[in-house]
């Protein structure tokens, strides 16, 4: 099985996706976590705002190859991150489900946007520093998140959407039934 943990920023994705892996002992794939490695490796050594598109596409292509050797060999993995809805994560997503045959579950994260707002810079102090988001203006923030049109992936398999404009009234139990099912 594949579950997808997908969303805006300050959705709580990682927090969520951090929860289901523990509580169903399955092991978790974070974009953002991979990428804040590779910058930690690059600095001082090369810029990392040049390279943000190409260590975020390297991030991507290397969760994907990881979740596809777990799953070939039988177990299920959790991958978390702001996935686009586009051709790229659509066919790889669709080429796992149909090649071996797993169940796909994705979770889809959305929240107020001026929550959304409130979070991004509530968490700018334990942000690492690479990620773009620690420079974004509000007029900047509004024409991402409409201009992104955040929504789930178009894939094969159940979907699940979270409101988590108010994180702490999530039912997890609710979504821990939907991922094992």
Not at 81 to 101: A, K, M, P, V
Not at 122 to 139: A, F, N, P
């Amino acid at each position: 099985m594949l579950i997808i943990v997908n969303g805006f920023s300050c959705t709580g994705k990682t927090v969520l996706a951090d929860r289901l892996s523990k509580k169903l002992n399955l092991p978790l794939f974070s974009v953002d976590s991979l990428k804040e490695m590779i910058m930690d490796s690059l600095e001082g050594v090369l810029s990392v705002d040049a390279l943000f598109h190409k260590y975020s596409q390297f991030s991507y292509n290397f969760i994907y190859s990881i979740a596809e050797k777990l799953i070939e060999v039988g177990y299920s993995t959790i991958i978390e991150s702001s996935f686009h809805n586009n051709e790229t994560n659509i066919l790889r997503i669709n080429s796992l489900h149909d090649t071996y045959g797993i169940p796909v579950k994705q979770i889809f994260l959305y929240a107020n946007k001026e929550v959304v707002w409130d979070r991004i810079q509530k968490r700018k102090k334990e942000r690492h520093s690479g990620h773009t988001d620690l420079t974004m203006t509000y007029e900047n923030f509004l024409y991402k998140m409409e201009s992104s049109k955040k929504s789930p992936l178009d894939i094969k398999g159940e979907l699940l959407k979270v409101d988590t404009t108010y994180f702490e009234k999530i039912d997890l139990e609710k979504i821990i039934e939907f991922s094992k099912s």
